[in-house]
């Protein structure tokens, strides 16, 4: 290997093409090291920008992580006994309550299907409007856009990080790091500790938490999302969209030349060439090459060169260049979200068409609408009480002294409503009977209470006389009345003689 080393002159760049820049610093400062298996990370140091959809990105950042941290603080109504948490995923007793909804772990088809509903929304959205997910709302953009603010707060805008960044060692630099880097690790830890209030009640946790009392699972959980939001949105930022996230790449399935995305209207804008005042438009394009669309963008990318893997579609370009545009005195939308479609229609000359409604979206919207139809539902027919009964297998009967018949049961009782249920319970299908319940009284009918949320078992004998022998097998039929609810009933078998049930 051949290694050339090149001499800059005091005060300018390799071959005395005139002054070092600050992002020449910074990229030798990243690159210093020499080569290697891999290409070293060059800094990206977004530039702040003011327009529409940074707005947009600035309103979706307030609503997403206010809904984050605030949600798990959120106080539901229900019996006592009961989570007072509007939002739990409660491991130790077995249910997800999601306000006036409270599912049981044989309901997890109900989490299946709103993670398809999510899915196909994804590949819906997808199609239609690019990666917006991507650059509004994934959590990886999210905290990745508030890091970066609180970067600005402590270190100022593009060109200020890119000389701090290039300076010496100072005091200025380290009070200026040691902020920032304090600043993200306190945001870290109030994600990795918001995660852990979904899954235990919120008050109680928060002052478990500080006197060591907290089940370590909950520490745990929070250093291991302090970590990962500490690493990901402040140190690797838009290397997670390039090299981890799966999604850039499985997406474009989901495109075709009418989705709209972040594009560049090279009709207009090329050639390119540097404008001054007062200079006709003659000869080029709206394109001043001013650079601002490339320094703005958190994924370091230029926009001008097509569609690339590493756009997230937030639009910041959109909003630098408009800025430009307005400034040098021509219309807006030099770059802008469009469809591939209606850019070669411009270049063509042709009235561009934009098609929302496609094979491919309608395919996904039908899809969308069948699931959720399904799920609602699911959520409507769902019964507040569900009756099991398990008949014993050994003995399978047993005949008294009196030689009447008597076979054993146990009635499991799903309350999954706020309330409680007081039952009676009856059987149907072998006429004169007995009903026994151990624990319960001699005389009078068997009644069954059931708390809110709750699985009761009851252990039951059916006591037939001496006639149903004649009959080996035959089915019978468990009632649990309330009054003012509907009855419940379920199905199973009466054996009084040596048969295999069916």
């Known amino acids: 290997m051949t290694v050339v080393i090149q001499k800059v002159p005091s005060g300018g760049a390799p071959g005395g093409q005139g002054p070092v820049s600050v992002a020449d610093v910074a990229r030798a400062k990243a690159n ?16 702040l920008v003011h327009g529409r959809w940074r707005n947009v990105k600035w309103v979706m950042l307030v609503v997403t992580l206010a809904i984050y941290y605030v949600a798990p603080w959120l106080r539901w109504s229900r019996p006592e006994g009961a989570p007072q948490q509007a939002i739990l995923v409660d491991f130790a007793h077995q249910h997800f309550y999601f306000f006036f909804i409270a599912l049981w772990p044989q309901e997890v088809f109900f989490v299946t299907g709103l993670l398809i509903m999510a899915a196909l929304a994804l590949f819906l959205t997808s199609a239609l409007f690019g990666r917006l997910w991507c650059g509004y709302a994934c959590p990886q953009t999210v905290w990745t856009d508030l890091f970066i603010a609180v970067e600005r707060a402590w270190e100022g805008d593009r060109n200020a990080r890119m000389r701090l960044d290039a300076a010496p060692l100072s005091f200025n630099k380290v009070w200026r ?18 995660w852990i209030f979904y899954f235990q009640d919120a008050p109680t946790l928060w002052r478990e938490f500080w006197v060591g009392q907290a ?20 140190m690797m930022r838009e290397q997670v969209c390039t090299y981890l996230c799966p999604w850039p790449r499985i997406q474009g399935a989901m495109f075709d030349e009418h989705t709209l995305q972040v594009t560049y209207r090279r009709d207009r804008g090329e050639p390119r060439g540097p404008h001054k005042k007062d200079q006709p438009w003659t000869g080029r394009g709206d394109c001043v090459d001013c650079g601002q669309c490339v320094v703005v963008c958190p994924m370091g990318i230029d926009i001008r060169n097509g569609s690339q893997l590493e756009c997230i579609n937030c639009g910041l370009c959109v909003d630098a260049c408009d800025e ?9 939308s030099l770059i802008s979200y469009d469809t591939d479609w209606a850019v070669a229609a411009h270049e063509q000359g042709r009235k561009p068409t934009y098609h929302l409604i496609r094979s491919r979206t309608i395919y996904y919207g039908a899809a969308l609408a069948l699931v959720t139809g399904l799920m609602l539902w699911g959520l409507a027919t769902r019964a507040p009480v569900v009756l099991e009964v398990l008949r014993d297998r050994n003995p399978t009967f047993v005949r008294l002294a009196s030689g009447a018949i008597r076979d054993g049961y146990t009635l499991k009782i799903d309350n999954r409503s706020f309330e409680p249920r007081v039952y009676q319970v009856g059987v149907n299908g072998l006429g ?5 319940s151990p624990g319960a009284a001699a005389n009078g009918p068997l009644t069954v209470s059931v708390r809110p949320n709750e699985v009761r078992a009851l252990r039951l004998f059916v006591i037939a006389p001496p006639e149903a022998d004649e009959v080996q097998s035959r089915p019978v039929t468990f009632v649990l009345t309330a009054p003012g609810k509907p009855p419940l009933r379920t199905s199973s078998t009466f054996l009084s003689g040596d048969v295999t049930p069916q």
Not at 432 to 436: E, F, P, Q, T
């Open 32 to 47: 210093r090291g020499g080569g290697g298996l891999y290409k070293p990370r060059t800094p990206i140091y977004p530039k």
């Open 177 to 194: 790091k040691s902020g920032k880097h304090l600043s993200w690790l306190l945001i870290a830890m109030a994600t990795g500790g918001a």
């Open 215 to 234: 089940p370590m699972t909950s520490y745990v959980s929070a250093g291991i999302l302090t970590f990962t939001t500490y690493s990901l949105a402040g």
């Open 324 to 332: 430009v545009m307005v400034r040098v005195g021509r219309p807006k």
């Open 432 to 436: 004169a009977i007995s009903l026994k």
